[in-house]
């Protein structure tokens, strides 16, 4: 006789969000869909630096709970924050672990993952993970720390630990395979992008005013000193340019003027809508192909543009045509652009994405629990 479970599945993520915060909706969008005919369960952090809002349960097809962690600044407390997240998930909801099919862990952080993994192993219980970032390569590409910090040794032994104690293992990196052949670690892989659902057609009547979007979060992974130093340069030498920067967790205000127009901390739904009012030639990403990319690229940003039809210029000195963002992108030597330059790729026609097919990404979602 088989056991009932109070739950099918229980999605542990410590950076949880929704449409009124800043990040992706990729978690909401699968929990939705397997929602329809399973019982999902989502357990998040109360509080982390990509959220600004309460979650609420009234627009999903599951149940969202979340833990009051402490709340932190940097990364020292950042760190005592997940610690702490992950005891108060086994002292207060340990049982949902009991009560449930299975488990799905989501990476980053390597910390939650290994942890829930654990705790999955000792309740005998299907973990699935999913690889949303390469721990800890990110962290040395792009945050510039040593390979002789103590946390390299550390998030070495996680990453390895998480991979190899995992049921199954899921990524919107498409060729993250390759990351576990490096280790010698084989394991189920299933590659599984975010949907894309279309919410607005591509512009069809060119107008005199050009209108371009950047939204991202200001860190050096994202560029930003590029795409400003493009915006400044091109917002001087072409009148009929405008351009909307949506900025999280910025480190600074910057300044803006009669073309160049900043929004501060705004969530998913303001941008969406804010799109959907004005219209959008285009939007800005600044993403070089580097060592960390062979595994995939799958920016936040990107999707948003491919939702709303806008064609995506890619500030870049490298890219990759295997991978769809380089692809379907036009690609700018920020080095060597000009008025001239800009002029031209403005005049290209690249406003018809390949979109993606939910229905396959929804069948090898499924398959997942199989």
């Not at 990509?50 to 149940?63: A, E, G, P, T, Y």
Request: hydrophobic share 35%; with cysteine; glycine share 2%.
């Amino acid at each position: 006789m088989k056991k009932k479970f109070k739950n099918d599945i229980l999605l542990i993520h410590f950076y949880y969000t929704d449409e009124k915060s800043f990040a992706s909706t990729r978690h909401k969008d699968f929990m939705n869909y397997l929602g329809l005919k399973k019982k999902i369960v989502v357990i998040g952090a109360d509080f982390h630096h990509l959220k600004k809002n309460s979650i609420q349960n009234k627009s999903n097809n599951f149940k969202v709970l979340t833990i009051r962690n402490l709340k932190y600044h940097n990364n020292f407390f950042r760190l005592l924050s997940i610690i702490h997240f992950c005891i108060m998930l086994f002292i207060k909801y340990r049982s949902y672990f009991k009560d449930s099919r299975y488990l799905i862990s989501t990476s980053p952080d390597l910390i939650v993952s290994s942890f829930t993994i654990l705790l999955s192993n000792f309740y005998k219980k299907k973990c699935l993970l999913e690889i949303r970032d390469v721990w800890p390569l990110s962290l040395f590409t792009q945050k510039n720390i040593s390979r002789i910090n103590p946390f390299y040794y550390i998030f070495n032994y996680l990453e390895k630990y998480i991979y190899k104690n995992s049921y199954k293992i899921f990524s919107n990196l498409k060729f993250f395979n390759l990351r576990l052949k490096e280790l010698n670690i084989k394991k189920t892989f299933f590659y599984i992008p975010d949907f894309i659902y279309l919410k607005k057609p591509p512009l069809r009547n060119k107008r005199k005013q050009i209108n371009i979007i950047f939204s991202s979060i200001d860190n050096k992974a994202n560029n930003f000193d590029v795409v400003y130093s493009f915006v400044k340069k091109m917002s001087s030498k072409i009148k009929n340019i405008k351009f909307y920067i949506f900025l999280y967790n910025s480190r600074r205000r910057y300044k803006k003027s009669f073309n160049i127009v900043f929004k501060y901390d705004k969530s998913q739904v303001y941008i969406q809508n804010f799109i959907l009012k004005k219209d959008i030639n285009f939007g800005l990403t600044a993403i070089n192909y580097s060592e960390l990319y062979k595994y995939g690229c799958s920016p936040r940003k990107f999707k948003l543009y491919k939702e709303f039809s806008i064609p995506n210029i890619n500030l870049c000195l490298k890219k990759d045509a295997k991978h769809e963002f380089w692809r379907d992108s036009y690609n700018l030597n920020y080095l060597k652009f000009n008025s001239h330059l800009i002029k031209k790729t403005i005049n290209f026609k690249n406003s018809t994405y390949k979109l993606r097919n939910n229905k396959i990404i929804k069948k090898t979602f499924d398959k997942l629990f199989k």
